[in-house]
């Protein structure tokens, strides 16, 4: 049998069909051979052997195309692979890359009632949009209207509302450029409303790491992946989210480096990677032989335990340093460059093991072995994502992480420190670049300064703060710099009432998403080039832009292929045309030179945004260049004392009362965020159908169900006042799973509905995708 399958070049006519589910065992290694034959059967589907050939060739090279999909750095000094790009980055470029198109004869053809009941799979498998569509009040059908004309009325709306009710939302794949103008855009026009997708995956991680060590960012680089010697990997699946990860998890290992992952599900990237761009690897996976080994220990950890695990490995450190002083915690730097032990080392000084194990559902012992390991380590990295940063104690068990760091000195050093791995492309430059609803005055005066302008003081709306001004009826106009927003946040039905009775939508995209279909009263929908398109129509000539990794290092990203549309603008294209439109051409702000010539952008960053001097040609060198980091390069900390901070939590976790499970959303491997790019979650088995439940067969016998059998999900959750409230999900097929007890698993977005609003992260406000209580109702 061929490892590449059928090659289907036109737009799906079907819809998913959840009676086609099919179910088989979840594979136990990640890659190889049958993910670049999916990877290249996906690229020509949608663009053709020479635009897909054309596209990944740059991808992740110097000089070329940042993918645009995750986040995952390359290397600085050494040589990149023939292929630096994974099968979900080449899924990426493929959607992007598409010569399938939604022209003004679609949408004449699919009226709105039509598509309210397609999926995210069958909408965004369309193709990109050509050319700008508006949507009027009591229209069935967008229409096309000429840039000009949009622009216009977007003005229209704005000068007919106030600031405070106006929201610009930002998708983490926009370029720095991008995001410099547009937060500008907003504050220029006096509003801080700017919620991003970080508000919904990493808001917990900044909210945990600024007060404890003085930065929202990790403290490692590529690097240190070769000089650490134990690797945590916790809550994380790398092998469909990262895949690029494995290859410095895998070269670590050889090296000599221990691999620990921690997670509720046994993912196939946890437990071993076949690399199909080594000899080895390749003749692995022809063979089907399982790949190398990543995790030399995997401790299937219960949803919402890591706080009670982390505190008991902080526990067994200093038992180890009573037993022999000096062996195991780094005194002279917690001397030195840190505060608030005492109180730390009293807090962690007894553990209740009952209790640990009940809510991390890890056996005692297995816990020590892990801490022995890092006992006997010189230099530990953590690395998270999702899986620790959206449940209500997920800042309580960052902090706890950042703790463990600590004593054993793993900060600015080589082969240790913290490793939040960031998602989308470029979240964590849109962050940098002043993307937030609660900027510091540090930049308001900065940009008042470069500008000439007065930015608002007040803070604005975060994702979670959005969901609810859209339900109060507090937002007039919303503007969305990429991302689907309706998909993207919790309590899916609230949020679609209220952005539909919202008076204006705007959503620059490349191709149709649900937040499309669930418009404003009027609604625009603004065609934008993507990352692999070329952007020539410049007084200048060609024009790139910059992105930042989830290691700081920032680099260049230049499209090379030919737009689908003549029609299509870039994103600083589009900012300029409605901070003109609003704001007029005789704004303080030049925004036309800006959207021309891209280095006037990045000239008026090295001017606002410290660390990026002398932007313009450090963008321009080999590789780029890496932002300061304190803690990473001098151990010095941006706190008000100047050490890095210990901290004590109460220990909470996640426990369901009987009859019910903790649920938790996740990613598809034939998924990224809200864009689907096919239907086969082949390394978990599940294939053309979406609408699953993974329950552990234990659980399910204890329930009285069965494997495959069909139910309503119902969510529990008690607000503040006491007030429980219910959610339901309808037609779930329930499937055996090894997940871990008590737990279930479900996609992301489908279950979102589960998961109400005030159901957030402490302090960060990030939504409870981690931390739902659902019992299942048979059908």
Known sequence: MSLIPRIRRSAPVDDIDEAELRVTEPE????????????????????GVLRTARALARVNHRGGTDCPGCAWPESITGPRKPAEFCENGAKAVAEESTTRTVTPAWWAEHPISVLRDKTEYWLGNQGRITEPVVLRPGDDHYSPISWRAAFALIAEHVHATTPDRCVFYTSGRTANETAFMYQLLARSLGTNNLPDCSNMCHESSGSAMVPTIGIGKGTVSLDDFDHADVILVVGQNPGTNHPRMLSALGDARRRGARVVAVNPLPEAGLLHFTDPQSPAGLVAGLAD???????DDFLQIRVGGDLALFQALGHLLLKAEEAAPGTVVDHEFLDTCTEGVQEYVAARA????????????????QIERLATTLVHSKGTIICWALGLTQQPHS?????????????????????????????????????????????????????????????????????????????RGEVD???????NFAKACSDTDALEAGMQRTGLTVHVSTKPNRSHVVHGQTSLILPTLGRTDRDDRHPGGAQFVSVEDSMSVIRSSQGRLEPVSDQLLSE??????????????????????????????????????????????????????VLPNPPRDTRSFATPSGRAHFTVSPLEWLEAPPGHLILQTLRSHDQYNTTFYGLDDRYRGISEGRRVILVHPDDLRELGLEDRQLVDVVSVFASADGEVSERRAEEFRLVAYPTARGCCAAYFPEANNLVHRENVARESNTPGFKAVTVRFEPR
Not at 418 to 433: E, F, I, K, L, W
Not at 477 to 483: K, L, P, Q
Not at 581 to 600: F, N
């Open 572 to 625: 600083p294209q589009i900012v300029a045309g409605m901070a003109e439109a609003i704001l007029g051409h005789d704004h303080a702000v030049d925004w036309r030179a800006m959207a021309e010539d891209y280095d006037v952008i990045r000239d008026h960053i090295s001017r606002v945004i410290p660390g990026f001097e002398d932007y313009n040609r450090r963008v321009r060198q080999k590789s780029g260049f």
């Open 28 to 47: 136990t290694s990640a890659a190889g051979p049958k993910a670049v034959a999916v990877a290249l059967q996906r690229g020509i589907s949608q663009a």
């Open 350 to 365: 007894e553990i209740d093991w009952d209790v640990t194990e009940r809510a991390t559902g890890l056996p005692r012992d």
């Open 477 to 483: 106009v919303f503007v969305s710099m990429g991302g």
């Open 289 to 295: 032989r399982p790949g190398e080994t990543i995790a």
């Open 395 to 471: 800042v309580d068990t960052l902090r706890e992480i950042v703790n463990v760091l600590l004593l054993q000195g793993n900060v600015g050093k080589p082969g240790a420190g913290a490793c939040p791995v960031r998602g989308h492309s470029n979240v964590q430059g849109d962050r940098t670049m002043g993307i937030w609803e609660k900027p510091g005055e540090w930049l308001l005066r900065g940009l008042d300064d470069e500008f000439g302008i007065r930015s608002p003081r007040a803070h604005g709306h975060d994702s979670t703060e959005t969901l609810a001004a859209f339900e």
